[in-house]
């Protein structure tokens, strides 16, 4: 099964929004609302930031938020501050009963 | 504080078993699924397995799947990640990982990962 596609790389300045993609299918992203989002830097463990396409867990700020239309699930980071620059996946249960994680996004704050 | 170690990693020849360990504390450990996640190198990550909180429910990736097993010791708080016939391809950092709630629910997401612990296969 392919990895859900999100965009190879984004960039935004400090105090602007940016939003990444994750488009799955039919069988997946657009079937369940089983979407994560999580935040890698460089060398450390992922940080879980979004489940069930827009609940934030305690401790994720709320620049931070979650949506899905369709085969597509977004996340939006509003207010870009230089530490969020990382790599951003998207996770979602799929109908054979797997998980498919996302390519990953490299966010670049300039 | 939930915390999440791993171990077992280390370098194997193709062909050859790996146990990898994933010790938990801070929680209560059979009320969570677990899983395991792994980076290939410079790649992003992949989906490896699950087990729900009481260890009846196993699930696989298809690149795994008849080779790799997963299974958990409450009485320990220790998950586990048998891996046999390993290949070149299954050379990655694992990390092993958390669910929210419910116990029997694996894919609603993770939300406390180890450091992750590093597999070679390379004769």
């Known amino acids: 099964q392919s990895a859900l596609t999100q965009p190879a790389s984004v960039s935004g300045s400090p105090g602007q929004s940016i939003t990444i993609s994750c488009t799955g299918t039919?069988?997946?992203?657009?079937?369940?609302?089983?979407v994560s989002w999580y935040q890698q830097h460089p060398g450390k463990a992922p940080k879980l930031l979004i489940y069930?396409?827009?609940h934030r867990p305690s401790g994720v700020s709320n620049r931070f938020s979650g949506s899905k239309s369709g085969n597509t699930a977004s996340l939006t980071i509003s207010g870009l501050q230089a530490e969020d620059e990382a790599d951003y996946y998207c996770?979602?249960?799929?109908?054979?009963?797997?998980?498919?994680f996302g390519g990953g996004t490299k966010l670049t704050v300039l | 504080e939930d915390r999440l170690l791993e171990s077992g990693g280390g370098l194997v020849q193709p062909g050859g078993s790996l146990r990898l360990s994933c010790a938990a504390s801070?929680?209560?450990?059979?009320?969570?699924?677990m899983s395991w996640v792994r980076q290939a190198p410079g790649k992003g990550l992949e989906w490896v397995s699950s087990?729900?909180?009481?260890?009846?429910?196993?699930y696989y990736a298809d690149s795994v799947k008849g080779r790799f097993t997963i299974s958990r010791d409450n009485s320990r708080n220790t998950l586990y990640l048998h891996m046999n016939r390993l290949r070149a391809d299954d050379r990655a950092v694992y990390y092993c990982?958390?669910?929210?709630?419910?116990?029997?629910?694996?894919?609603?997401?993770?939300?406390?990962w180890g450091q992750g612990t590093t597999v070679t296969v390379s004769s």
């Open positions: 069930d396409v827009s």
């Open positions: 990982a958390k669910s929210l709630p419910p116990a029997s629910d694996y894919y609603n997401g993770m939300d406390v």
């Open positions: 801070g929680f209560t450990f059979s009320s969570y699924a």
């Open positions: 996770s979602s249960y799929t109908s054979s009963g797997t998980l498919l």
């Open positions: 039919s069988s997946d992203v657009g079937d369940y609302n089983y």
């Open positions: 087990i729900s909180g009481s260890g009846v429910s196993t």
